[in-house]
Structure formats: structure tokens, C-alpha cells
């Protein structure tokens, strides 16, 4: 990977990776790694693993996205790339609605209550059902704090300024 495409990789999303064969004409299976699959249809390049690549053909197969890649029209040349990690540009992320944020966007932010009390930074996003929920871990504790992704908890998110702010529900005793 060139110098340029390491620094553009850093600024990518993943979206897949590039699993097994399928059949003999180079066509690979992607595993999706997205909310959005449907995003692979109609698509010209990708970066597999920070390097651009030219898209040759895209298709659904049930459950499965099958894809070609320009110069790689061989079984043996598409298994080069098994294994690969697929990502695009920021620039090209699937649109979201307000107030909706990517999970890369959330983690790191640093996490403060409405009185400016910093509880520290989201490490992780988990989705256990209805909402999701912020892992927030703090030098300060051993425990992390789980903070539902709700209206009434989350008052604001700055991905700007890297923070988010909270109000915390009162412990019933």
C-alpha cells in the first residue's frame, strides 16, 4: 500500500470483506459489512484494502453479493484478494437522516453530563434490541457505564466537537 492510499484508508468505511471463489471466472462472495448491502449495486470502484479497484460486475445471489473486479478473471486471481477488507470514501457513505450517526462517528467521543461532569469515552456501540447502547469508560472507574441511545438520555452529539452530552436517570433505591 502506497504512502497516499494508507492516509486515504484511514478516512474510508468498511463495508466488507472479500470471502471465497465463486466459480471459475474470478467472481468472489463479499461478506457485507454494513447496514446498507443494497449500497454494492451499482458501484465502479472500492478500496480493498486502501487501494482503489475498479468494480467489473455486481449481483445478487440470495443471501450473497457476488463481484468481479477488472483484471481479476481467473479463480486463482480473484483468490488473491480472499480475505481483503473492502471500504469507501467518506465521501461516498450512504446518507443519513438526522440525528442518525455512523458507529465509527460515536466511538471516541468524549462523554459529559448537562453540568459539564465528564464520565469519559465511548469505547464501544452495542445493539441489543430496541436502541443502542454506549459503552462509556472512564480512567476514573472499572466499570464502564452503559448509556442508552434515547432522547431523554442523549441531549446532544457533536461529532465536530468530538462530545457527547447526557442526562443521566436518577437510581431508584
Same mark, same amino acid.
Given at each position: 500500500?502506497?504512502?497516499?492510499?494508507?492516509?486515504?484508508? #484511514?478516512?474510508? =468505511?468498511?463495508? %466488507?470483506?472479500?470471502?471465497?471463489?465463486? %466459480?471459475?471466472?474470478?467472481?468472489?462472495?463479499?461478506?457485507?459489512?454494513?447496514?446498507?448491502?443494497?449500497?454494492?449495486?451499482? @458501484?465502479? #470502484? /472500492?478500496?480493498?484494502?486502501?487501494?482503489? @479497484?475498479?468494480?467489473?460486475?455486481?449481483?445478487?445471489?440470495?443471501?450473497? *453479493?457476488?463481484?468481479?473486479?477488472?483484471?481479476?478473471?481467473?479463480?486463482? #486471481?480473484?483468490?488473491?484478494?480472499? +480475505?481483503?477488507?473492502?471500504?469507501?470514501?467518506?465521501?461516498?457513505?450512504?446518507?443519513?437522516?438526522?440525528?442518525?450517526?455512523?458507529?465509527?462517528?460515536?466511538?471516541?467521543?468524549? /462523554?459529559?453530563?448537562?453540568?459539564?461532569? =465528564?464520565? %469519559?469515552?465511548?469505547?464501544?456501540?452495542?445493539?441489543? +434490541?430496541?436502541?443502542? $447502547?454506549? $459503552?462509556?469508560?472512564?480512567?476514573?472507574?472499572?466499570?464502564? =457505564?452503559?448509556?442508552?441511545?434515547?432522547?431523554?438520555?442523549?441531549?446532544? *452529539?457533536?461529532?465536530?466537537?468530538?462530545?457527547? =452530552? /447526557? #442526562?443521566?436517570?436518577?437510581?431508584?433505591?
Amino acid at each position: 500500500m502506497t504512502q497516499s492510499s494508507q492516509s486515504a484508508a #484511514k478516512n474510508n =468505511i468498511v463495508i %466488507g470483506k472479500i470471502g471465497a471463489p465463486h %466459480g471459475v471466472h474470478g467472481e468472489l462472495k463479499v461478506v457485507p459489512i454494513t447496514d446498507y448491502p443494497e449500497r454494492f449495486k451499482g @458501484m465502479k #470502484k /472500492v478500496f480493498v484494502d486502501g487501494d482503489a @479497484m475498479d468494480i467489473k460486475s455486481v449481483r445478487y445471489q440470495n443471501d450473497r *453479493i457476488l463481484m468481479t473486479f477488472s483484471g481479476y478473471d481467473s479463480r486463482e #486471481k480473484a483468490a488473491a484478494l480472499t +480475505g481483503r477488507i473492502l471500504s469507501v470514501e467518506r465521501t461516498d457513505a450512504v446518507p443519513l437522516e438526522e440525528d442518525e450517526y455512523y458507529t465509527f462517528d460515536i466511538l471516541g467521543l468524549t /462523554v459529559e453530563t448537562e453540568d459539564g461532569k =465528564i464520565l %469519559g469515552n465511548v469505547t464501544d456501540v452495542l445493539q441489543p +434490541g430496541s436502541n443502542d $447502547v454506549y $459503552v462509556v469508560e472512564s480512567p476514573e472507574s472499572d466499570e464502564p =457505564i452503559l448509556i442508552p441511545a434515547l432522547k431523554s438520555v442523549v441531549k446532544k *452529539i457533536s461529532v465536530a466537537d468530538g462530545k457527547m =452530552i /447526557v #442526562k443521566l436517570q436518577e437510581v431508584l433505591e
